[in-house]
């Protein structure tokens, strides 16, 4: 195929040769070639074609399509043919695209998914203010009565691995409306359970239920809010999931000490059946990308260094604060003769600092614009950051959480006031923000490919230490006593305090060596 309108260079070369004679055989030579090059223009497929600029017009369907918003090749472009009919955003100006939504749009949406996040994770933590109803009328045990507590968080640790690659297939939406409706479903068996079987089957399926919001809803934050804007929402959905099980036991040591436990648009509109987004290409089945997708988070925890470690520090806070709902009642009733409302009470350390860590996120956040321009003074592109920029917060909340337990152990004797300990709860509190906030941050960052995966690595990580440690951890207080076994969780907490620091030194040469994380 050779274009109707004669070559730009030709005409360039005889508008320099009537201006600027050129000795004769070098006017034949130039001239000569020009033809040659177009006569192998006219050989070429269309797949091989590159594109001489002319005059064409652009034909309706593509006027159409590109009035109304959607990203269209130009028809002087070479396309690839399995590319040309591929729908993307035209930029995140598009009418359709989450970023472009208002402000307070995309606000109400990120408090929307944050108290459904934190409603589930009060559900967990709401079922320990039960046990001593629990026990004597479906005569079990303290550890068999604590399975309920451990089988709810492992439902929302084994969730996320089939509830995220589902919402890549149907869309979150829909995955939203059916977890909550099953969540709410599954609440029903839990408070007119006649035994403990049917109790603890109940509980785990309704974590399974409403772990949706606690994996899912990351990505909907993450969609609506560019890198520069990504800091607050992103803590303020970060800390539902940890707020909740503070207001657990708070609202259930009141409930269950004066009442029952059991009382509680393209194709349509071209008639083209071609246009497809990226995600309806994907040939893999709905099986076989569960499969992958519970494959890929073992392969991040087991081959990427700081995929485990920032998985294993969060896994153990998270064990700390969920073996906390048995170990606080038994330290403030014994040493205080606290009641189980009051008990309740002692949680509000925690979730205090929780709060202090989130309204600092101004601080953080300009502690990371001066990261970044930190960066550009020494020669890196404007506006460019890396992943380890969001390591500090961690870095801070890795110190503060060891000095919490430590403080909060060694205050735990009767002579010394109960609000002591619960100041020193109020670091750990503000410590473990600090971390998670962190943490989750820079594994968005750091694997922008495997967002998902690394995400639900953690999720993986975290639920299982929360399900493991409750079921040990008022024994250990007994046995040890409550300063040695809060100094063992100290101790834990200390030995990957380093990890953090490290990453942010080391991490980009780290990142050099992965198969998975952003160069």
Request: charged share 15%; net charge neutral.
């Amino acid at each position: 195929m050779v274009s109707s309108v004669e070559s730009p260079e030709a005409s360039s070369v005889e508008s320099e040769k009537s201006q600027s004679p050129l000795p004769r055989e070098e006017t034949e030579r130039i001239i000569a070639s020009l033809d040659d090059e177009k006569q192998q223009q006219g050989k070429r497929t269309s797949n091989e074609f590159e594109p001489i600029r002319t005059s064409r017009p652009q034909t309706l369907a593509q006027t159409k399509n590109e009035e109304e918003g959607y990203n269209v090749p130009d028809a002087d472009q070479a396309v690839d043919p399995e590319k040309e009919f591929e729908v993307k955003w035209d930029g995140d100006n598009d009418p359709m695209n989450p970023r472009s939504k208002s402000k307070l749009h995309k606000w109400i949406i990120v408090l929307i998914v944050s108290s459904s996040s934190l409603c589930v994770t009060c559900a967990s933590a709401m079922y320990t203010s039960t046990y001593a109803q629990i026990e004597p009328e479906f005569g079990s045990s303290r550890e068999v009565a604590t399975l309920g507590l451990s089988l709810f968080v492992m439902g929302l640790g084994c969730g996320p691995m089939v509830l995220s690659p589902l919402s890549e297939f149907y869309g979150r939406r829909p995955i939203y409306i059916y977890s909550y409706l099953m969540f709410l479903i599954w609440l029903i068996p839990c408070a007119v359970a006649p035994n403990i079987q049917t109790m603890l089957i109940a509980r785990f399926f309704d974590g399974l239920a409403g772990s949706a919001f606690l994996s899912v809803a990351g990505g909907t934050v993450g969609d609506m809010f560019v890198k520069a804007e990504l800091s607050a929402p992103m803590m303020v959905y970060t800390a539902s999931p940890f707020i909740g099980p503070e207001l657990g036991p708070v609202i259930g040591g009141f409930i269950n000490q004066y009442t029952n436990w059991k009382a509680i648009k393209l194709r349509k509109e071209t008639g083209n059946e071609a246009w497809k987004a990226p995600i309806e290409k994907l040939t893999r089945s709905i099986p076989r990308t569960v499969l992958w997708s519970c494959i890929r988070p073992f392969q991040l925890l087991f081959l990427e260094p700081m995929c485990l470690n920032l998985c294993i520090l969060s896994a153990i806070l998270l064990g700390i604060l969920y073996l906390f709902f048995g170990a606080f009642p038994l330290v403030f009733k014994n040493n205080h003769g606290f009641t189980l409302s009051q008990s309740g009470l002692t949680f509000l350390g925690i979730f205090i600092g929780m709060i202090m860590g989130i309204l600092s996120d101004p601080l953080w956040r300009k502690n990371y614009v001066r990261l970044i321009r930190k960066r550009e003074e020494q020669g890196g592109e404007p506006g460019g950051s890396e992943p380890e920029y969001r390591l500090p917060p961690t870095i801070l909340g890795a110190v503060l959480v060891p000095i919490g337990l430590f403080g909060f152990g060694w205050t735990t004797y009767p002579w010394v006031h109960w609000i002591v300990p619960i100041i020193f709860s109020v670091l750990f509190g503000l410590g473990n923000i600090f971390v998670f906030s962190g943490v989750f941050t820079f594994l968005v960052d750091c694997y922008p490919l495997y967002a998902a995966s690394a995400l639900a690595a953690n999720s993986f990580a975290r639920s299982s230490f929360a399900a493991a440690f409750p079921l040990f951890g008022v024994q250990m207080y007994n046995k040890l006593g409550y300063q040695w076994a809060s100094s063992l969780l100290a101790f834990l907490a200390l030995a990957m305090a380093p990890f953090p620091y490290l990453f942010f030194i080391y991490g980009k040469k780290l990142r050099g060596h992965s198969r998975f994380a952003s160069a």
